[in-house]
């Protein structure tokens, strides 16, 4: 885990005043009145000391406020050049995906590689409390991406197609029946809302609506 500590040690070598918190995953979810955002938070005590998550949580009416709300609970920055996936649940699919595609594009913190994914019946931040490796899930989507199992549909790539026709089709996953995370198919996008469904191990399966 040499990868994170790097940047805490160039901060402290550049004489930087406050801390910072690397944050390997995001989690989005619905509220009644807005939205939670829940970040999985990279703690490393020492470089002898293995990785280990930590979570937090802020709910808001946008993403700048929910961000703001996890930063309020940090004593020091909020590190987002390290976050590897966003989880979105399928309430917040449903909604037009767009504006938050743009706004984490133009965020230059935020890297255009992060790996984007819909959560099917449950909790976003519960399917990222599952795994308690330090960049579990973006492993695994990076080997179902190569596998073909699952799109290669990163950042980047989502936005501009989003831009290109209002179309996309999305990485899904959920919580098995031992609570472990399992690919779900693909959730397909259609004017940058949650359409439906494809299941099935390959890309273009039974259509779920």
Do not use: K
């Not at 979570?55 to 987002?80: F, W």
């Not at 037009?96 to 992060?114: E, H, K, N, T």
């Not at 959920?174 to 399992?182: H, I, P, S, V």
């Amino acid at each position: 885990m040499r990868r994170l500590l790097i940047p805490l040690l160039l901060a402290l070598l550049c004489g930087c005043a406050r801390e910072v918190s690397p944050v390997s995953a995001l989690a989005l979810d619905r509220t009644e009145s807005g939205y939670r955002m829940t970040a999985e938070v990279v703690r490393q005590d020492s470089m002898d000391d293995p990785a280990a998550p930590a979570y937090l949580s802020a709910t808001g009416r946008d993403l700048p406020e929910l961000i703001r709300g996890i930063e309020n609970l940090l004593p020091g920055e909020l590190y987002l050049s390290h976050a590897q996936v966003l989880l979105i649940s399928e309430e917040v699919a449903q909604d037009s995906i767009l504006a938050l595609a743009d706004y984490l594009c133009r965020d230059p913190d935020v890297r255009l590689s992060l790996r984007v994914a819909v959560v099917r019946d449950g909790a976003a931040d519960a399917l990222m409390r599952a795994d308690d490796e330090v960049f579990a899930l973006s492993e695994m989507l990076d080997r179902a991406a190569d596998a073909g199992t699952l799109p290669d549909m990163p950042l980047y790539r989502a936005a501009e197609v989003l831009h290109a026709d209002g179309t996309a089709i999305l990485p899904a996953l959920r919580l098995d029946e031992f609570g472990q995370t399992a690919p779900a198919g693909t959730a397909v996008f259609a004017n940058a809302r949650l359409s439906c469904f494809l299941d099935g191990g390959e890309i273009g399966g039974r259509a779920y609506a």
